[in-house]
């Protein structure tokens, strides 16, 4: 029995991106090593709690799993059938009740199960294995026990949430700093991003946003300031703690780790982000990444509804999640028209010459079933961008896109505002909301006293909306802090043109594309990261850079630093990961293989950066670190509590002044 981590490590060889290696620990390291000697030709049962099944299901499909011998899927804590001829893995969370359940499974005289391989998903306290091994029944019947130290949710390639839906509530509400919940939530988040090092056999530089030091001795800082700092320790202490019990873990510093807090950009949560995959769950009733649309019944009566997943295998999904809608829906006719000039049996579906409807190409991919993938693929994005455009078009969102812009940009204020609201009497209440929260980041003094409430009455605004505005307060700490220099504050200074929250980007090729002038301010840190530029007094470190390790913003020893060349004369895809451009076709469908192109561009990579948001991160934030990723060389893995879109950030913006938080209002 042994009783540690493995030796698989993220280092030399082949390059594997930050979700290959999760999903190969899981599958390989896990499931396929408890295939014991004598048994490796045996079904397995695998058990898991309601976090780890979790886990498993961000990284691996049922598929996977079962070409890893596994039989049957089981919850821990549901009443299971003994099956004392099949071995069963354990994948569990080290807790006290799971401890509990398991031995109470394989002790006695009739276990359920013939043998038990133990994987815990953190690290175990030594409590927990006194009393496993002190069960001397049990001891003889496990046939591995150790600790995965794999505990987050892979919810892209490079991406992961520690899933604290509540967080924004249990650290920066009224009632946070007072309430157990908030050591809780942050020793857990820090356990989970912990373990994201351990997995990658990764050991950080670590930065975080620091507190400001305040001149004012009567104002003190409050815990909502210090968040970014206690997680910094805590996450610290877990590491250091793997440098003398995980086999092989780094002893010098292999990678860079910067935490923030929402409170660094309070604009990109809200504002509307014209990027396909952003408007998709923007505008569009989804269920995480689940679409539900219908296709024609192939007995001819009443369409099906099938439900699709929006995710990296579907290669057009791939290609065109971090483009701008116009340009997607652009890529997507020149998609069409290359299959119908390439395929006769497209062409007799075309009748006179007209335009393939939605309706058409599905019945097409009927009648040709020998590109019944790639055509189901290109109908239904036809389908959704069709949708998306509609929307525009019906709720006037281009006006409204633009002036959001010219808020934050300083190009427009308090006059546009009003004349907006005016004009827009009857308009959506949401977007009218949005829009006053990105005004209240702007011009916050023109929400002091009366001011707010004759804004609310002009949008025609509950007092219940108007909680979203006021509680963004809480997320900004004190006045100290706003006015401090080097900071990105969401006010700049006033003598600045008007009050502009963001300034152009200098050095950046002007936008083909409407409206995607906007960029998330981690898109500045990152770089800043990068070049060695973040200010020390407001992003401090827990650790100085080890002698051996380098320059830790990579410098001379990041390989392939060389820029990304432009492909054609074109500036469309200028926000779009260079690995997600459209490459040429010779089929009329094909994405080129992406998937495969994807691996090839982290060939020579640099040192990862991975920068975690409390407090919930945002689609503009994931696409800035697939852009940064080609444009830096270094792979960017974004890390969060959630991921969210603007109408659940309000949600929980709303309830950070309520005392009791409800599930239901947040949709879980």
Known sequence: MSFSDSDSSSHGGEYKTFRQVSRDRLLYEMLQSSKAGDSRSLWKVLIMDKVTVK?????????????????????????RQPLPSMDAIYFIQPSKENVIMFLSDMSGREPLYKKAYVYFSSSVPKDLVARIKNDTSVLPRIGALREMNLEYFSIDSQAFITDHERALEELFGKEAGSSHRFDACLNVMATRIATVFASLKEFPFVRYRAAKVLDDASTMTTSRELVPTKLAAAIWNNITTYKSAIPNFPQTETCELLIVDRSIDQIAPIIHEWTYDAMCHDMLDLEG????????????????????????NDPVWLELRHAHIAEAS???????????????????????????????????????????????????????????NAIIRDVGLRELGQLEQDLVFGDAGTKEVINYLRMKQNGMCENKLRLLMIYAS????????????????????????????KNMKLLEGSNSR??????????????????????DRTGEEEETWALSRFYPMIEELIEKLNKGELPKEDYQSMNNPSPSSGPPQGGSVRSGRTSVPSQGGSVRSRRT????????????YSSDSVLRNVSNDFKKMGKRIFIFIIGGATRSELRVCHKLTAKLRREIVLGSTSIDDPPQYITKLKLLSEKELSADGLGI
Request: glycine residues 4%; charged residues 35%; contains cysteine.
């Open 482 to 503: 706003k006015t401090s220099h080097g900071t990105f504050s969401l006010k700049f200074d006033s003598a600045k043109r008007k009050n502009a929250a963001r300034k």
């Open 289 to 312: 990444n689940k679409y539900v649309h219908e296709i024609p019944s192939k007995s001819g009566g009443e369409p099906e509804k099938k439900e699709v997943l929006l995710e990296d």
């Open 330 to 388: 652009e890529k997507l006719s020149e998609k069409m028209t290359n299959f119908v000039s390439k395929n006769k049996a497209a062409q007799l579906q075309q009748r006179d010459g007209s335009e393939l409807s939605t309706r058409d190409l599905q019945k097409m991919v009927q009648a040709l079933p020998q590109y019944n993938e790639q055509m189901e693929k290109l109908s239904l994005h036809v389908e959704i961008a069709g949708k998306l």
């Open 442 to 469: 702007v011009y916050p003094e023109k929400f002091e006293g009366d001011k707010a409430t004759k804004l609310m009455q002009l949008a025609k605004l509950s007092s219940e909306d108007m909680k979203a505005v």
């Open 55 to 79: 886990v498993m299901s961000h990284s691996c499909k049922m598929a996977d799993i079962t070409d890893q011998g596994i039989s049957l899927v089981e919850d821990l804590f549901r009443r």
């Open 577 to 588: 990961a260079t690995w997600a451009r459209s490459r040429a076709s010779d089929d009329g």
